[in-house]
């Protein structure tokens, strides 16, 4: 195995004995064997499909003719039933379950695998863990491709550096939840998790949870703007809520939604 110094295979490593030309370089990014692999499901005619990989990369170690080696684990989806909002519910079950916490999907415009405008870092306590977002419909049809293809990638070292301790388990709630559900109008350039870290800054203690719901364009919202709708539950440790805390708490989220983001209440 060599080091290639041709562009544009620089970067990776050739073998020298390949079983054929399609396999003859190491690959360095995960996407074009997931992206293969879901075009081989469309040329047999499956209408939809749901995959996920464990791949291995290796990129060049930094200052050295050596490989390094990550394993990423992939997702791609594409088909009915199948948009970013889904994928990224399976991103974060998956980060669930491994004890990734404070995450946060960031806006990325930068790389050019990805649709603009629909796609985002997946970071946790400032590290960038993976990519999730709707394919280009340029390399969509490199792989021969077609319809709206999703796709979200997570680094697996990066996953281990930051998972959190063993779970430990609390006391059911004595005292009972409200949910209130409100939706705001925004500009477009605003995004859901933006909005999502101020709710939960201005909700504080009393907030249990914040849920994305919606996102809607078009009549009667004007140009430009959107409308995001978020479910909320209330509860507090020492005492039941009442309707009139929900509506105090629920007053200050807005307020603060308008001050740093010039939302308005639907």
């Known amino acids: 195995m060599r080091l290639s110094t041709d562009s544009p295979l620089r970067k990776a490593f050739v073998i020298q004995n390949p079983l054929g030309e399609d396999t003859s370089v190491m690959r360095t990014t995960p996407m074009p064997s997931m992206l293969q692999t879901l075009a081989l499901n469309q040329s047999r005619r499956n209408a939809a499909a749901k995959l996920y990989e464990l791949e291995t990369v290796y990129p060049p170690a930094k200052e050295s003719q050596l490989a390094d080696e990550y394993l990423w684990l992939t997702l791609g989806e594409y088909g009915e039933g199948c948009d970013f909002f889904q994928l990224k519910g399976c991103v974060e079950a998956i980060l669930r379950a491994n004890r990734i916490e404070n995450v946060c999907f960031v806006a990325e415009s930068r790389d050019a695998s990805f649709h603009p405008g629909r796609c985002a870092r997946i970071v946790s306590d400032g590290e960038s863990i993976g ?76 907030l249990e949870s914040c849920t994305l719901f919606d996102v809607y364009t078009g009549d009667p919202i004007p ?9 909320l539950t209330l509860r507090a440790t020492d005492q039941t809520l009442t309707d009139d805390h929900a509506d105090e708490y629920v007053a200050d989220i807005l307020a603060a939604l308008k001050t740093h983001w010039g939302a308005e209440i639907r």
């Open 131 to 206: 990519t999730i977002g709707q394919i280009h419909p340029t390399v969509c049809q490199n792989f021969d491709l077609t319809g709206e293809v999703y796709y979200a990638q997570l680094d697996e070292r990066q996953m281990r550096s930051l998972r959190a301790p063993e779970s430990t388990y609390k006391p059911l709630p004595r005292f009972p939840a409200l949910t209130r559900d409100i939706a705001v109008v925004c500009s477009k350039e605003v995004t859901a998790a933006q909005l999502s870290n101020t709710i939960r800054a201005a909700g504080g203690q009393h």
């Open 223 to 231: 140009a430009g703007r959107k409308s995001v709708a978020f479910s």
